[in-house]
């Protein structure tokens, strides 16, 4: 029994094209290329994640001080509990503090309960507020802590994350 004997020719004609242009290779990488550089940057958007992450930890940062130093006033006779302004020492720096929280727009009140780096903080009035650095809009990226501002009242504090 003797064996079929195709030639190449014949074998490429029954088995059809095989393998893919280098033209067809070159457009399917460049439309990839192209997709991936405008939607890559929508999705991930790393730096942007992480200042929000910064910025909402530390209003949660500014919520504790601010508890703890409020606690600590209650036990302290020379401190105004709810109304006026008194001071506190904590670690050796002098808290200012406002109906028993600590003051904001004073850089020796909530300021100096914070160890903070990479913001920068800004007094105005009753309030401070720590904007983040190197956000792209650094006033929509940021923690803000405002005084009470009745007897008896409690801080108002926010965090800002659009401009991260």
Excluded: W
């Excluded at 280098?22 to 990839?32: G, K, N, R």
């Excluded at 903070?116 to 720590?130: A, P």
Aim: net charge positive; aromatic share 4%.
């Amino acid at each position: 029994m003797t064996r079929p004997c195709f030639s190449p020719s014949a074998r490429k004609a029954r088995l059809g094209m095989s393998g893919v242009s280098l033209l067809e290779t070159v457009c399917a990488l460049t439309i990839m290329g192209s997709v991936s550089a405008v939607a890559v940057p929508q999705i991930v958007d790393l730096p942007g994640e992480a200042r929000r992450s910064v910025v909402q930890s530390l209003r949660g940062a500014t919520e504790s001080a601010s508890s703890l130093l409020h606690v600590k006033c209650a036990t302290q006779p020379a401190c105004n509990l709810n109304e006026g302004a008194s001071a506190l020492s904590v670690s050796g720096t002098t808290v200012a503090m406002s109906r028993g929280y600590p003051q904001g727009g004073d850089p020796a009140g909530i300021q100096n309960t914070l160890q903070l780096s990479g913001f920068n903080v800004v007094h105005t009035g009753d309030k401070t507020v720590f904007q983040k650095e190197g956000a792209p809009k650094v006033e929509a990226c940021a923690v803000s802590y405002a005084s009470p501002r009745a007897d008896g009242g409690m801080p108002v504090i926010s965090a800002e994350t659009s401009g991260c």
